[in-house]
């Protein structure tokens, strides 16, 4: 089964009714972009570039050494777009040891750009360095975690005061198109007037799912209560993908949703057209959307996603 798997790694991702399907990859290092060539992702949907800044005992990378890793990761992807997350560090993901121990509920706590925005210089470091290679390709840049919309003005300001400094070190950059996360609820139920501010958009449905749900992912206990399918969740994801349409920008799922075969269907029918994942699953996602007929999806997604009990939708068999 991987083997005729893998002839579709060339094949272009199209449903049976022609529509075009962007099928990304997620990364972590800036190496991954190799599996990510060889699995035909069209580029890179989400950089994690948390990665770059864990587990180094305090030393974090600076501007030079992340400008670096990014060339790579653009080289790597030979000319196809590449999506750069800022930092997203806390919660699951800690700098360092002992991280957790400055707060009782770290997914509720200083994290992603929270951190980002409490800690400005590093921040701008990470802002020149990709400012810096969006000279050299097609660079994205992405912000996880927005829940306020002062926090998009000030994440805006900060990048504004990262192009001046370059500009006053005479340093040549490139304007990547901007990006939102929507991980947090409020920034689903505000996307109408976030978007505006951004070019593109990516859902991040590991901590939207979180959210809604009020589900810690790393625990255990309640591991058997974190539930893609729950019709809360399904709603948020179908009206920032319905807002998306509407202002005519690009909207991607970037967390495990996006990666799950038992979900294209339904994503494909709400209207989603680009998804990123990790590089493993890209080949039986492309499976499913070339077996998909939307014009045939549509209609059942809407009544999915309007239900009370998804689940049990789903579980009578898909069109
Ligand atoms: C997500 O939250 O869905 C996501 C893609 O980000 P991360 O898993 O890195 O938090
Ligand atoms: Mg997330």
Partial sequence: ARERLVRLRHTPSVTRDAQQVALLANIEQPQDTQAAVRAGAVGVGLFRTEFLFMGRGGRLPDEEEQFQAYLQAVQGMQGLPVTIRSIDVGADKPLDKGWREHSLNPALGLRAIRWSLSEPAMFRAQLRAVLRVAGHGKVKLLFPMLGHEAQIRQTLAQLNQARAELDARGIAYGMPELGAMIEVPAAAL??????????????????????????????????????????????????????????????????????????????????????SMHPSQILAVKQEILRADIRVLAPWAAQVAASSDPAALMALGEP
């Fill in 190 to 275: 505000m996307v109408r007037e976030f978007l505006p501010y951004f070019d593109f958009l990516s859902i991040g449905t590991n901590d939207l799912i979180q959210y809604c749900l009020a589900i810690d992912r790393a625990d255990e206990a309640v591991a058997h209560l974190y539930d893609p399918l729950h019709p809360a969740v399904l709603r948020l994801v179908a009206s920032v993908i319905a807002e998306g349409q509407r202002q005519g920008k690009e909207v991607t799922v970037c967390g495990e949703m996006a990666g799950d075969v038992g979900m294209t269907r339904l994503l494909l029918g709400l209207g989603l057209r680009s998804f």
